[in-house]
């Protein structure tokens, strides 16, 4: 059974961190590309950031450059967003996907063809 488990998540103050960690089991992880997305009440669910299966190659959306960094540890199945600066913006459902990838070095940066999802992490930044 695919799973790709979100967590990490919680209630912060704005200018805080969190770190949020997507553990991936039930399939070829190291084949695949990783992508964070986030969901925010009554908007559509955008892309954050995704990662590369293999030689680390990274995208992040314009919103989060600065702010977020992407990294996995394929001997664990994971992958982590580590947040900085966050703004009350960044609050959402973030979730995790995963996506068959034709190189190391794609970089997906749209949820189009992702494979299989996570149940999200629920992200709020307080003012």
């Known amino acids: 059974e695919v799973q790709l488990q979100a967590s990490g998540g919680g209630l912060v103050q704005a200018g805080g961190s969190l770190r949020l960690s997507c553990a991936a089991s039930g399939f070829t992880f190291d084949d695949y590309a990783i992508g964070w997305f986030r969901q925010a009440p009554g908007k559509e669910r955008e892309g954050v950031s995704c990662i590369s299966s293999s030689d680390g190659s990274t995208y992040y959306a314009d919103s989060v450059k600065g702010r977020f960094t992407i990294s996995r540890v394929n001997a664990k199945s994971t992958v982590y967003l580590q947040m900085i600066s966050l703004k009350p913006e960044d609050t959402a459902v973030y979730y995790c996907?995963?996506?068959?990838?034709?190189?190391?070095?794609?970089?997906?940066?749209?949820?189009?063809?992702?494979?299989?999802w996570g149940k999200g992490t629920q992200v709020t930044v307080s003012s």
């Open positions: 996907a995963a996506e068959l990838a034709h190189n190391g070095a794609y970089v997906p940066t749209t949820r189009d063809g992702m494979d299989y």
